[in-house]
């Protein structure tokens, strides 16, 4: 598989799951950008999701209820669009899609389900790309 380092935006009630998905990606030989892996301490994490999100060719936006009200998923989508990258959004079986920002509303998402199993389908996702 052509090497893609992956870009995985969450919230922070969210981050043992996503902290999860992240490994089992790393796992399947991906390359991620997370914040927790890659944020030094002292280092400015506006500046790191900068860079991360510059170096990465795709965003997974991990999408719940309460995503619209996370200012960074904003920051987050509009800079990945701008710049060009896919986006990939995850969301719960459940979520109604009315929810979601109209930006997210038009793309294809993955359903989100085991951090294995949605990682699984991310990488068959990136490889058939």
Same mark, same amino acid.
């Given at each position: ?43 400015s994490v506006r500046d790191a999701l900068e860079a991360g999100l ?14 619209? /009200? ?8 509009? /800079? ?50």
């Amino acid at each position: 598989m052509e090497q893609r380092q992956v870009f995985i935006s969450h919230s922070v009630h969210d981050a043992e799951w996503a902290r999860s998905f992240a490994r089992a990606l790393k796992d399947r030989g991906v390359t991620v950008w997370f914040d927790e892996f890659d944020v030094r301490r002292g280092e400015s994490v506006r500046d790191a999701l900068e860079a991360g999100l510059r170096s990465s060719e795709v965003l997974v936006a991990l999408l719940d209820q309460e995503s619209p /009200a996370r200012p960074n998923l904003f920051f987050e989508l509009g /800079a990945a669009i701008a710049l060009g990258k896919k986006v990939v959004p995850i969301v719960p079986r459940d979520l109604d899609p009315s929810f979601l920002p109209l930006d997210v509303r038009l793309r294809r998402y993955l359903i989100r389900e085991t951090p294995e199993r949605t990682a699984e389908e991310l990488t068959n996702t990136l490889q058939a790309a």
